[in-house]
């Protein structure tokens, strides 16, 4: 073995213990904190600020973030590990509501912020005092971002926004929003900024929560500004840069995607695969049906594809070389199956899978939206597209 190689192989190895000493810590915390409250947060649609407050003493949010923060700076990995387990609990809801606040908006203000917005900021994001929101999507704009509306005019020292912003995960409970709006309104896409925005200043307004088919306790509001005035310097990188940014942070987001459809189809085929073992029909148990393993066979074989390209992707990020290209596939592809695969196994629970009572519900209804958010499959498939034949 060659001395780069045994120099990776340490480093692999010193990352795999920090991510099983996270995951052993994670796991305990879920079951004591999380689990016995999670349905009742399902019926109320809301998470309270205190499950936010306790994730952060347990050095759950933004475990990768400097320890000059009061983070861990852990391995990037130990990030996705959460997401991904908190899925395979089939506690969706939660892992959502985790990917945006430290998954993405600590990303965006650690790569592209000042040392004061950093110090601003990501400290009481670590902790949970502070969660984070990232808002794009508008109600005349979604996958087309080009047509947002929202707009910030540059008054003195201080920039004047207005607008809307609709789908934000973590609205309501968001004490920050990484903000897209347009700076200049006659170049589209590229006049995009982005602002970090304090949600306590007068003009911002949350709206009501909005009621979802899945994922019910992470909360979705519609946010107005109405000439909300916030410091020159809540610009966050370079004026107009925004679209940009959005496009480079790709990788991380689809990574944290990836990681939650792999998570959350483990979950599902081992409670499937439970399910099927103990119930009987015509003499035999669902298990012994040819129909039932070759599905899961299938599934199974899908499943470890996909978990190699998650690992693939994860080792080209780390080198800096994943591409939106490669995010995209990465995307369509595990939330893709994520949803074939919570259905197929749904069906083989019979009619107690369409219960609430059985979990495989839970699975599937959650599953519905990931080929929606943070980029359709069909938008997907037009950006690799654009890899294959250009634009
Ligand atoms: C639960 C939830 C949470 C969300 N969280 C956030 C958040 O935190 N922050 C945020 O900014 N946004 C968030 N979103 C918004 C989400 O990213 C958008 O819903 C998504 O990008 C699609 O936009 P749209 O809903 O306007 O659909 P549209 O853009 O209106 O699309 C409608 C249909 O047309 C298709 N389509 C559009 N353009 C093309 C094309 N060029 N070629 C082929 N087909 C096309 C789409 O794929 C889709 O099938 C969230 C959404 C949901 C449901």
């Not at 920039?159 to 903000?179: A, D, E, Q």
């Not at 970090?196 to 009501?208: A, N």
């Not at 610009?235 to 990574?255: A, C, H, S, T, V």
């Amino acid at each position: 073995m060659g001395a780069i190689d045994q120099s990776v192989n340490q480093l692999q190895s010193a990352d795999n213990e920090d991510i099983t000493l996270f995951r052993d810590m994670l796991l305990r915390c879920l079951e004591k904190e999380v689990i016995p409250h999670y349905d009742q947060w399902e019926k109320d649609g809301w998470m309270p600020k205190e499950a936010w407050l306790m994730l952060g003493a347990a050095g759950m949010l933004g475990p990768d973030m400097p320890e000059e923060f009061g983070a861990a700076g852990a391995p990037f990995e130990v990030a996705l590990m959460i997401l991904e387990e908190t899925c395979r609990l089939n506690l969706h809801s939660l892992s959502t509501a985790l990917n945006v606040h430290a998954n993405i908006v600590m990303p965006y203000i650690n790569n592209l912020g000042t040392a004061e917005q950093k110090a601003q900021w990501l400290p009481r994001m670590v902790t949970g005092e502070v969660v984070g929101s990232i808002g794009m999507t508008e109600p005349g704009a979604g996958s087309d971002l080009a047509g947002m509306r929202t707009n910030a005019v540059r008054d003195g020292d201080e920039w004047v926004i207005n607008g809307s912003k609709t789908f934000i995960t973590n609205g309501l409970h968001c004490g920050l929003i990484v903000l897209a709006a347009k700076t200049d309104t006659t170049k589209g896409a590229k006049g995009i900024s982005l602002f970090l925005v304090d949600s306590s200043l007068p003009g911002f307004k949350k709206g009501k929560g909005i009621k979802k088919m899945g994922q019910h306790s992470n909360d979705t509001a519609e946010l107005f500004f109405d000439n909300l005035r916030v410091p020159a310097n809540a610009l966050l990188g370079e004026e107009n840069k925004g679209f940009i940014y959005l496009m480079q942070e790709l990788p991380r987001e689809r990574l944290g995607l990836g990681s939650q459809a792999i998570g959350a189809c483990e979950g599902a085929m081992a409670i499937t695969a439970d399910y099927v073992k103990q119930r009987k029909a015509f003499g035999s148990t669902v298990a012994q049906f040819q129909n039932t393993r070759f599905k899961m066979a299938e599934l199974r074989a899908q499943l470890e594809l996909a978990k190699s390209y998650l690992k693939q992707c994860e080792a080209r990020f780390k080198v800096g070389a994943m591409t939106t290209e490669e995010a995209s596939i990465l995307k369509l592809t595990s939330t893709e199956l994520q949803v074939k695969l919570t259905h197929e196994c749904l069906q083989l629970f019979g009619g107690y899978g369409y219960t609430e009572e059985y979990p495989i519900s839970r699975f599937f209804t959650d599953a519905r939206v990931q080929t929606i958010y943070a980029g359709t499959s069909e938008i997907m498939k037009e950006m690799i597209a654009r890899g294959e034949l250009g634009r």
